[in-house]
DNA sequence: GTCTATAGGGGGATAGAC
DNA sequence: GTCTATCCCCCTATAGAC
C-alpha cells in the first residue's frame, strides 16, 4: 500500500521497482494495482498497454541521469568523484532490495520485450556508455585513471562489469559485488 | 520442426535455447512442444513441471563444462589459451542468434523464477567463477597475465563483464561484445 | 480517475485413452 | 510416450457506469 498524490507518478515508481526486482515478463498489471491499492482498470487509464507503461518508466529514468550529470554537483567533480558517485548508483541498487539495473534487465529479456521499449533500452546504454566514455577520457587525461586502448571500450567493459556484477551478486551475495567494484578501481589505477 | 531420436535430449536442447534467447519468464512449454512437432502434454511427461526442466537445462549445462575442461585438450592448454578457450564459448553465443549465458539470463530474472532454479544457477555460477579464478592465478604465476588485487575478484570482474557484455551486444550490436572482450585481454597485459 | 464486469487469450498442469 | 480433453489461474486490455 502506498499513498497516492500522483498516481501517474506512483505507478511509474512501482513500475520501475518491479522492472528492476522481476523483469519485465515477471511483473503484471495486479501487482502494481494491489500496491497502489486501485484495480487493474485504473493502470490502464494512465498506461494503456504494458509496452507503454515500460517505454514510460525508461524515459524517465534517462531523464533523471540527464539532471544529475548536467546538475553542477556532478559535472564539477574531479573525474575520480564522478566514478565513484557512478558506482554508488548501482551500489545503492544492490542495497535496495537487490535490484538490477534497468538496462541489464530488460537486454537480458530483450527477445521476449516489446519491438518500442527495445528500442527505448539502446537509448538509455547509448548514453550510459557516453557519459562514461568521456568521463574515462578526462581521468586519463588528467592523469588520474591509467588504462590501455580506447575510452569508449573501457567504457563499455566497466558497464557491463558492473551491470553483470549486480545480477550475479543476487546469487552471490552484495560482497561479490564491492568486489567487482573495487576491482575495476584496482585496474584503472594500475 | 526437429527431427526426434531422443525426446529427452531434444526437449533439453530447445529449453535451453529458449532460456538463453527469451528468458524463463518468456518461453513455455507450447513454445518447445510445437517445435518439436508434439503436445504440450508430451513435454510433461518427461518434465513434471517448468522448475523441473529450468534445473534439468542448468544441471546439463554444469556438467557439460566440467567435461570440457577435465578433458586433456583444455586442461593441457597454456593459460592464454584457456583464457581464449573461455571467451570463445560466449563468442560462440553471442554468433548463435544473439544468445546470453544462461546465467545472466536467470540471474536477471532472480526474483521471478523458482527457489530450486534460484540455487541451481547459483551452483553453477560459483563453478565458472572458480574455473576462472585458477587460469587467472596459473596465468599470474607464470607471467603472462599481469593484474593487482585477488585472483576470485578479478574472476568475478572478467566473467560479469562477459556476461554484460553478451546482453549489451542485444541492443548495441556485436562489435560492442567484441570490444569489451579486447579490452579485458588488454588490461591482463598492462 | 476509478470502479465493476468481462472479454479473450495464454499459461502450467493433470486425467485417462491409446 | 504421446494423444485429447480439460481445469483453473493469471494475464492484458476494453466498455461503460459512477
Known sequence: ????????????????ALLQDKGFNGFSYAH????????????????????DLGIAVVKRYRDRFHLWINNARVKDLSPE???DWFFGIYTDMRADKGKVCLVGSLEAEFNSIPAGLQA?????HKELLKWLEATLSEGRGAGVFKFNGEP??????????VQGALQMARALGTRKFRDVVEQIKLDLMA
Do not use: D, W
Open 1 to 16: 500500500m502506498v499513498k497516492i498524490e500522483n498516481s501517474q507518478r506512483t505507478i511509474l515508481n512501482l513500475a520501475e
Open 32 to 51: 502494481i494495482a494491489s500496491e497502489l491499492g486501485v484495480k487493474n482498470a485504473a493502470i490502464h487509464y494512465h498506461f494503456p498497454s504494458k509496452e
Open 81 to 83: 568523484a564522478k566514478l
Open 120 to 124: 527505448e533500452i539502446g537509448s538509455l
Open 152 to 161: 569508449a571500450n573501457k567504457a563499455a567493459l566497466i558497464l557491463s562489469s
